[in-house]
């Protein structure tokens, strides 16, 4: 077994509870994949003091926790990206949908002691409460049917692109009244950073009150 790899083969009490931790979780979720929700989480990082970052990567049959710096901070991956970005620690997650919620109390108790954590990943959402959801769409509108739920429950939405958001295609569905909405060209990194990035804090700092 590799150094900083954990396989679930675990008794159950070693497990954590997601309530234990006392820190603030920020989701990032999307469309599709190659959305940009590795780029969207690296400039959260770079904003946000004393956050540590999860990665999840759907698999077919096992589940593990790596935290192997050696792997980790590996350039132009997801999680070296994340390290790079000043991320506090970078856990990367990988397992079924339907048995990640062992790794992800895991990787959670691992966050002890930072001020937050950034959980990248649609399926994630399910298994905690996150006190904020961002999730990323880009101009065409086009959202994978298993990404749906996730835009549903965004308190935030990034449209990632160019253009106008009055010239974009998105659905009804995830233009709502109540959401914050941004637009971001994440392959550029341009556009309305400053000011989801106040927005954020703002949050943050009402949470604390």
């Not at 999307?30 to 999840?56: D, E, P, Q, R, Y």
């Not at 954590?117 to 049917?145: R, T």
């Not at 941004?182 to 990194?189: M, P, T, Y």
Request: with cysteine; proline share 5%; charged share 25%.
């Amino acid at each position: 077994m590799k150094r900083g790899t954990t396989f679930l083969h675990l008794p159950p009490l070693i497990l954590y509870p997601l309530s234990m931790p006392k820190f603030r979780i920020i989701s990032v979720t999307g469309a599709h994949s190659k959305v940009g929700k590795t780029t969207l989480c690296s400039i959260l990082l770079k904003n946000l003091k004393g956050f540590g970052a999860i990665k999840f990567t759907k698999t077919s049959l096992y589940a593990k926790v790596v935290d192997d710096p050696a792997i980790i901070t590996q350039k132009d991956t997801d999680t070296g990206i994340m390290s790079e970005a000043g991320a506090e620690k970078v856990i990367w997650i990988q397992s079924p949908f339907n048995k990640l919620e062992d790794p992800l109390n895991i990787a959670m108790g691992m966050m002890a002691g930072l001020k937050g954590v950034i959980v990248e990943g649609n399926s994630p959402v399910d298994y905690m409460e996150p006190d904020l959801i961002v999730f990323i769409v880009g101009e065409d509108g086009q959202i994978k049917p298993s990404a749906m739920e996730s835009s549903k429950k965004a308190d935030i939405i990034i449209i990632s692109s160019s253009k106008d958001i009055k010239n974009s295609t998105l659905p009804d569905s995830v233009l709502q009244e109540k959401r914050e909405v941004f637009r971001i060209d994440l392959a550029k990194k341009e556009g309305e950073i400053d000011k989801l990035v106040a927005h954020v804090n703002n949050i943050l700092i009402d949470l604390q009150l």
